[in-house]
């Protein structure tokens, strides 16, 4: 089982940056994919980036790519979001999540339903 607890979100001009973290407790993080998503209000949960269970790859949603980096430190648990050039659009919940059974496929989901870990989230807000 994974714990999952996300940090950094906050309000932020436009163009500005924010590093989210999550940090994770449980045997199975360092075999997990990692999964970042976010939601606005009134808008479905959307899939923002992902890790591979080793870091060596890692896939992006359109909207952010060049935008957002993803990363893990396998040793200190976590997991991270490197966000900059922020938009207004930008503005949402953001959660971790984590798939299990990463390190045995080569698939980086991008649906919600494949992540069977999730952080309570945490709110980035975008001043335009």
């Known amino acids: 089982q994974v714990q999952l607890v996300e940090s950094g979100g906050g309000l932020v001009q436009a163009g500005g940056s924010l590093r989210l973290s999550c940090a994770a407790s449980g045997r199975t993080f360092s075999s997990s994919h990692m999964g970042w998503f976010r939601q606005a209000p009134g808008k479905e949960r959307e899939f923002v980036a992902a890790i591979n269970w080793s870091g060596s790859f890692t896939h992006y949603a359109d909207s952010v790519k060049g935008r957002f980096t993803i990363s893990r430190d396998n040793a200190k648990n976590t997991v991270y979001l490197q966000m900059i050039s922020l938009k207004p659009e930008d503005t949402a919940v953001y959660y971790c999540?984590?798939?299990?059974?990463?390190?045995?496929?080569?698939?980086?989901?991008?649906?919600?339903?494949?992540?069977?870990?999730w952080g309570q989230g945490t709110q980035v807000t975008v001043s335009s």
């Open positions: 999540a984590a798939d299990p059974q990463g390190i045995h496929t080569f698939v980086l989901h991008t649906t919600p339903m494949a992540y069977e870990y």
